[in-house]
């Protein structure tokens, strides 16, 4: 559901503390709108919460794990005390990692999971009911990726994920038809930020991952590219954001042909890094 004016709004954004998150913090509060910003450390938060106020708006900050059940419960109810309903819920906290399939632990697996899947799905859960409630146009952003419909090897338990992700996206927007809750899905390509460096199975050499890193900061662009295109997702109602580098190349790429995007793929890889 469109929502063309953000001045007075409140924007709720998850792992805002950096990248991405951090970036569309200050988009939305640059176009007025009041933050809602929660990461895992609050210190992390308090230099950003400055900048937000001094773009004349306000910023509560928490320190929240997505990924807690019971955490994110506690969240949805002091904020609603606080501020109410928020008028944008924008699940953007995740967590990378990379590595084969076969060199990865299962615990690996459980915490992608919790974090990229689970964390939107607690998000959802505990602030939708809330926003229902308000009544009024609002909006839905899930972070999902081009690795939910493109993705490399070495990334098996990430795109698995934000395949999920996206589907969920699907269904919510589904079940929310008739409503005036949009879903926003919302797929970065290459960005250039930390998460390409948060996490790789011991397997993956030194080089590797070097050369992988040196693709992201090449051949990636800025998190505020991202950031603005959710804010004007957001204004105009859109339900799937296609941004950043590669990312609306690879889906119509897909579309047109999946063995010419796998053979694609399994020859690009091994020169950037994935294997």
Same mark, same amino acid.
């Given at each position: 559901?469109a929502?063309?004016?953000?001045?007075g709004?409140?924007?709720?954004?998850t792992g805002?503390?950096?990248g991405?998150?951090?970036?569309?913090?200050?988009?939305?509060?640059?176009?007025?709108?009041?933050i809602?910003?929660?990461?895992?450390?609050?210190?992390?938060?308090?230099?950003?919460q400055?900048?937000?106020?001094?773009?004349?708006v306000?910023c509560?900050?928490y320190?929240?794990?997505?990924?807690?059940?019971?955490? #994110? @419960?506690a969240? &949805?109810?002091?904020?609603?005390?606080?501020? =109410?309903?928020? *008028? +944008? /819920?924008?699940?953007?906290?995740?967590i990378a990692?990379?590595?084969?399939f076969?060199?990865?632990?299962?615990?690996?697996w459980?915490?992608?999971?919790?974090?990229?899947?689970?964390?939107?799905?607690?998000?959802?859960?505990?602030?939708?009911?809330?926003?229902?409630?308000?009544?009024?146009?609002?909006?839905?952003?899930?972070?999902s990726?081009?690795?939910?419909?493109?993705?490399?090897?070495s #990334? @098996?338990?990430? &795109?698995?994920?934000?395949?999920?992700?996206? =589907?969920?996206? *699907? +269904? /919510?927007?589904m079940?929310?038809h008739?409503?005036?809750?949009?879903?926003t899905?919302?797929?970065?390509?290459?960005?250039?930020?930390?998460?390409?460096?948060?996490?790789?199975?011991?397997?993956?050499q030194?080089?590797?991952?070097q050369?992988?890193?040196?693709?992201?900061?090449?051949?990636?662009?800025?998190?505020?590219?991202?950031?603005?295109?959710?804010?004007?997702?957001?204004?105009?109602?859109?339900?799937?954001?296609?941004t950043?580098p590669?990312s609306?190349l690879?889906?119509?790429?897909?579309?047109v042909?999946r063995?010419?995007?796998?053979?694609?793929?399994?020859?690009?890889?091994p020169?950037?890094?994935?294997?």
């Amino acid at each position: 559901m469109a929502i063309p004016q953000l001045q007075g709004k409140q924007v709720l954004i998850t792992g805002a503390a950096s990248g991405i998150g951090r970036a569309s913090v200050l988009a939305f509060a640059r176009q007025g709108a009041n933050i809602i910003a929660s990461d895992l450390h609050l210190d992390s938060l308090q230099g950003l919460q400055q900048e937000v106020q001094a773009l004349g708006v306000d910023c509560l900050i928490y320190a929240v794990d997505v990924s807690d059940n019971n955490a #994110m @419960a506690a969240f &949805a109810k002091e904020v609603q005390q606080q501020v =109410g309903a928020p *008028d +944008v /819920l924008f699940n953007n906290a995740g967590i990378a990692y990379m590595g084969k399939f076969l060199d990865s632990g299962l615990e690996q697996w459980q915490r992608i999971i919790n974090v990229n899947l689970m964390g939107v799905v607690h998000g959802c859960y505990h602030f939708l009911p809330l926003m229902l409630a308000a009544g009024g146009p609002r909006q839905v952003v899930n972070v999902s990726s081009t690795a939910s419909y493109a993705p490399s090897p070495s #990334m @098996a338990s990430y &795109a698995a994920s934000k395949f999920a992700v996206a =589907g969920f996206c *699907d +269904v /919510l927007r589904m079940e929310l038809h008739g409503s005036q809750i949009g879903v926003t899905d919302v797929c970065p390509g290459v960005i250039n930020t930390a998460i390409t460096a948060s996490g790789a199975a011991p397997s993956m050499q030194g080089e590797q991952i070097q050369r992988l890193q040196a693709y992201y900061i090449k051949e990636g662009c800025s998190p505020d590219v991202v950031a603005n295109d959710v804010v004007n997702a957001v204004m105009a109602g859109k339900t799937l954001v296609l941004t950043g580098p590669y990312s609306r190349l690879l889906y119509h790429l897909k579309r047109v042909s999946r063995r010419l995007l796998f053979r694609l793929t399994v020859k690009t890889a091994p020169k950037l890094g994935y294997l």
